[in-house]
């Protein structure tokens, strides 16, 4: 089975790639440290810190494995592959909610780097993949589980 390619933009490889580098030379020595620590509090069966160390651990180590797997599977959308016609990965988009009368921008990313705070949603949700291959003008419905969102497309630009 091959693995799951990762659509990301330059800044989220480099956002990928400097948290992967963060993991491997920082949070792994302090993480070690913290073990090193605990192992002299003694009894390893009842020391809260150790087990919390040894946890973080095994979370930091998972979470590089991830990253490394990702980066193993990237494919990095360039500039001149997003453009202002068509709603694309990479693409942010001004659309308008006709429900809510208020208009709203999203930006378009691989579901590595999404991040609904920052109005940064994946090409997999339901509200990105409406998007998708749409033009300035047209009416998108989205069905999301508090019912149907409908907006209007009123400006396609390249992310900042």
């Known amino acids: 089975m091959s693995e799951k390619e990762v659509i990301v933009t330059a800044s989220g490889l480099k956002k990928l790639e400097e948290e992967l580098e963060y993991l ?6 302090e993480v070690a440290e913290r073990i090193k620590i605990a192992i002299g509090y ?4 009842e020391n809260s ?3 919390d ?6 979370f930091i180590e998972g979470r590089i494995i991830t990253l490394e797997k990702m980066l193993r599977n990237v494919k990095v959308i360039s500039d001149d ?3 202002t016609d068509i709603v694309s990965v990479g693409s942010t988009v001004v659309v308008y909610d006709l429900d ?3 208009e709203v921008s999203y930006t378009i990313v ?4 999404s991040d609904p705070l920052e109005n940064k949603i994946s090409n997999e949700s339901p509200v990105g993949e409406a998007l998708l ?3 300035r003008g047209d009416v998108v419905e989205v069905q999301v589980p508090a019912g149907v969102i409908r907006y209007k497309i009123v400006d396609i630009q390249k992310q900042d």
Request: proline share 0%; charged share 45%; hydrophobic share 20%.
């Open 49 to 51: 810190e150790y087990e």
């Open 81 to 83: 592959e997003v453009g």
């Open 100 to 102: 809510l009368d208020e």
């Open 53 to 58: 160390a040894k946890n973080e651990q095994a």
């Open 110 to 113: 691989g579901s590595a780097e």
């Open 42 to 45: 003694g009894d390893l069966s």
């Open 133 to 135: 291959g749409k033009k």
């Open 24 to 29: 491997k030379t920082v949070k792994r020595k």
